[in-house]
């Protein structure tokens, strides 16, 4: 059984950081493209950075330069290191993972893998 649990988040004011973590099991997490995606009220979710099981990385405009995503494959762990926050960056953050591989490791599929976690809140004051 595929099992996602989110943690790390919390309240900062604009330019601060946060690392979010994702413990994942149940699943080849090796093997498997992973990512974040976030969702405000009243928005669509947004994929905003993908791990490709091969290494490869994306991010979406919103946040590149300042988020970065990486993984332990030893503590099955996926984590997302979120700088010089913003406003904007306030929402429900959830990480997915996709371990059938059936879609391609791209930002825009990240909402859409099959499994992702209850999600962890970030609040970014001005």
């Known amino acids: 059984q595929v099992r996602l649990q989110e943690s790390g988040g919390g309240s900062v004011q604009a330019g601060g950081s946060l690392r979010l973590s994702c413990a994942a099991s149940g699943f080849t997490f090796h093997d498997t493209d992973m990512g974040w995606f976030r969702q405000s009220p009243g928005s669509e979710r947004e994929g905003i950075a993908v791990l490709g099981r091969f290494g490869t990385t994306e991010y979406s405009d919103s946040v590149k330069g300042r988020f970065a995503i990486s993984k332990d494959n030893e503590k099955n762990i996926l984590y997302l290191e979120m700088n010089s926050l913003k406003p904007e960056d306030t929402g429900m953050y959830h990480c997915?993972?996709?371990?059938?591989?059936?879609?391609?490791?791209?930002?825009?599929?990240?909402?859409?893998?099959?499994?992702w976690g209850q999600g962890t809140q970030v609040t970014v004051s001005s």
């Open positions: 997915s993972a996709d371990p059938s591989n059936w879609f391609e490791a791209k930002t825009d599929s990240v909402p859409y893998f099959e499994s």
